[in-house]
């Protein structure tokens, strides 16, 4: 029950980039259900955890003193009412992993791999603290948990709340009632986006940040054995599509409440480019091109276009900032248009960088190498 009440409460962990679910086949939505008044099992679950989750995590102040700020500006904006029932407070879990997950009692954590990642922008400190501050308003933990019961029950007696402590030997784990769950999150995932961007633009923090945050994450690859904590949560790239509207109302609001961009308590908006998936076709004997399409927004200058090579899969290995390879190829874009292509022509002496290695991903960098954007590309076709 411990482990099974942590996992849980891990479950609500922010998921980025190649680690998101895919999407369940059937996109009609499932009935969320309303958590009872007296329902307090989130509560007692989270109170029995967190001297062990405690435990395992610091106060975030010092280097994470920008986190503690956003953090506090974004909870100001919970409605009172709902404010004065939680026990808001930031930790910080020192394992350099790349997630955050919220506690019902209103704690949030964030692993030091993704608290370095946000480090000195409060925008993206507030991209991901909004989507776990609205879990807890919301009381996601507990929606789930009845939701899991439900479907326990065979998903037709309506919610049923049972003994906690009874081992649930009923649940049958049959395809649908997992297809069930994952449709479930996902509609829960992208409610809690759709809440936290509202948040940001009302606290000042405009909503550029979160994809922004996204897209560094996807840049960042995956780590081997964290697949079970990012289940639940659709790509960036499939809620950009769904969250278009929440998006736009959230930067209507934005540019309402703060006027002045520059003056807001995120600053100017970061730059955002979205690349789509490359295009390959072979257009001679030995000779393939290679097509990037790609938007980008608030961009001023200038970005740099890599195709980079590696063995395997270790490109997704290489950092956020990417260093010169003298494998790789660049191109310079002002990236105006609103779809901009980059084509690359690899003749035969470029097709293999070098021996045993292959093209396998583009890079979309900034004026200071740090990577905006990855895209990963099909194989060539011989
Ligand atoms: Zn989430």
Redesign the pocket.
């Known amino acids: 029950m411990e482990a099974n009440a942590a996992k849980q409460i891990r479950s609500?962990?922010?998921?980025f980039g190649l680690l998101c679910a895919v999407s369940v086949t059937g996109q009609q939505s499932v009935d969320i259900p309303e958590v009872p008044p007296a329902f307090k099992l989130d509560v007692e679950s989270a109170a029995r955890l967190r001297p062990q989750l405690m435990a395992q995590s610091t106060a975030a102040s010092g280097r994470y003193a920008t986190g503690s700020l956003v953090f506090s500006r974004l909870v100001e904006q919970v409605l009172a009412e709902s404010r004065s029932k939680f026990a808001w407070q930031l930790r910080i879990v020192d394992d350099d992993q790349l997630n955050a997950y919220s506690s019902p009692d209103g704690t949030v954590y964030v692993e030091s791999g993704l608290a370095r990642l946000a480090g000195p922008s409060s925008g993206l400190w507030a991209a991901l603290l909004s989507?776990?501050i609205a879990?807890v308003v919301r009381r996601?933990w507990a929606r789930r948990y009845l939701y899991q019961k439900y479907l326990e029950n065979g998903g037709g007696a309506g919610i049923v709340l049972g003994d906690p402590s009874l081992p649930s030997g009923s649940w049958q784990d049959s395809e649908k009632a997992s297809a069930d769950l994952g449709r479930f999150g996902r509609q829960?995932?992208l409610e809690?986006d759709r809440e936290g961007l509202m948040m940001m633009a009302h606290a000042g923090y405009h909503p550029d940040f979160v994809p922004a945050l996204h897209h560094l994450l996807h840049a960042r690859g995956l780590g081997t054995n964290t697949r079970s904590i990012y289940a639940?949560?659709p790509c960036w790239e499939e809620r950009d599509h769904e969250l278009s509207r929440a998006y736009i109302a959230a930067s209507i609001e934005f540019a309402r409440r703060w006027p002045e961009w520059y003056a807001s308590p995120g600053g100017n908006p970061p730059v955002v480019v979205f690349a789509e998936e490359p295009t390959v076709r072979k257009t001679g004997e030995k000779e393939w091109q290679i097509r990037v399409p790609m938007r980008c927004q608030n961009l001023a200058g200038a970005v740099e276009v890599v195709l980079s090579a590696s063995r395997g899969t270790a490109a997704r290995e290489r950092p956020a900032y990417l260093p010169e390879s003298d494998t790789d190829t660049r191109q310079l874009t002002g990236c105006t248009s609103p779809r901009t292509t980059i084509t690359f022509t690899l003749a035969d002496t470029s097709v293999r960088p070098k021996p045993g290695a292959q093209w396998t991903d583009v890079y979309v960098l900034d004026a200071w190498g740090s990577v905006l954007a990855r895209a990963e590309l099909p194989k060539l076709p011989h």
């Open positions: 609500f962990a922010i998921g989507h776990e879990h996601d829960m995932e809690a639940m949560h």
